[in-house]
């Protein structure tokens, strides 16, 4: 198993939907979790960061994390153009490193 | 602007050339960490230092690749003899401490192309 697996995609949703993006970790990555975007040919921007059991909300993202299913998700609400973007979920084991999944590539249908 | 810093950020080597990337971290900030991305693969840690100390090395190649981030300047990530494999997004990252859920900040990147 992968220590960080994500649906590669692409995902493709409507303007004004809900994008919802899954991850799931082995046991080496469970400390920590964040989700980063990344546009085209540009840097990792940290979206969000989670740490217990349940959700986090920030304006129109929420991550979700379950521990027990060893599952974290974003749901991004309200689906825009610009959130049309590379997704990278990143776990932390404790050791400072973090751990990349593969990403999933969204794409917003105006 | 009190982002992490990056330069190059382009930089084309030929085969055999030495190539320097430097990265100074966020205002504050005294951990930093080096990251590759290949072409269509993720992102993959490399090193992990703070002021003077190399603290997790597990990631970088034995040969050819070494890090400093020394007690003034920035930090330095540096390829000898590059080879074609070797072109790629090289991402630094700084946190503040591990006591704050080591939150990562990413700079710029420095694309390197090797001829």
């Known amino acids: 198993q992968k220590e960080v697996e994500q649906n590669s995609g692409p995902l493709s949703v409507p303007e004004g939907a809900i994008a919802s993006l899954n991850c799931t970790y082995s046991?080496?990555?469970?400390?920590?979790f964040f989700w980063y975007r990344q546009y085209s040919g540009k840097s990792p921007e940290l979206i969000m960061s989670?740490?217990?059991?349940g959700d986090k909300e920030d304006g129109r993202f929420t991550a979700q994390l379950n521990k027990a299913s060893q599952y974290v998700s974003l749901l991004i609400r309200d689906s825009q153009p610009s959130d049309s973007a590379t997704y990278l979920c990143a776990g932390e084991g404790g050791n400072e490193k973090l751990t990349f999944g593969t990403g999933t590539r969204l794409t917003i249908i105006p | 602007n009190a982002g992490v810093m990056q330069n190059p950020r382009h930089l084309v080597r030929r085969r055999g050339q030495e190539a320097r990337l430097r990265c100074s971290p966020m205002?504050?900030?005294?951990?930093v960490y080096w990251y590759r991305q290949l072409p269509e693969e993720g992102l993959k840690f490399m090193v992990y230092?703070?002021?003077?100390?190399?603290?997790?090395e597990s990631g970088m190649p034995k040969e050819r690749f070494s890090a400093e981030f020394p007690k003034e300047g920035p930090s330095i990530l540096r390829i000898q003899q590059v080879v074609r494999g070797d072109s790629a997004a090289y991402f630094c990252a700084s946190s503040r401490s591990i006591a704050a859920n080591n939150e990562q900040f990413f700079g710029p990147g420095t694309r390197l192309t090797v001829l």
């Open positions: 989670i740490y217990s059991n």
């Open positions: 046991d080496r990555v469970s400390q920590s």
């Open positions: 205002k504050g900030h005294s951990h």
């Open positions: 230092l703070q002021k003077e100390n190399i603290i997790d």
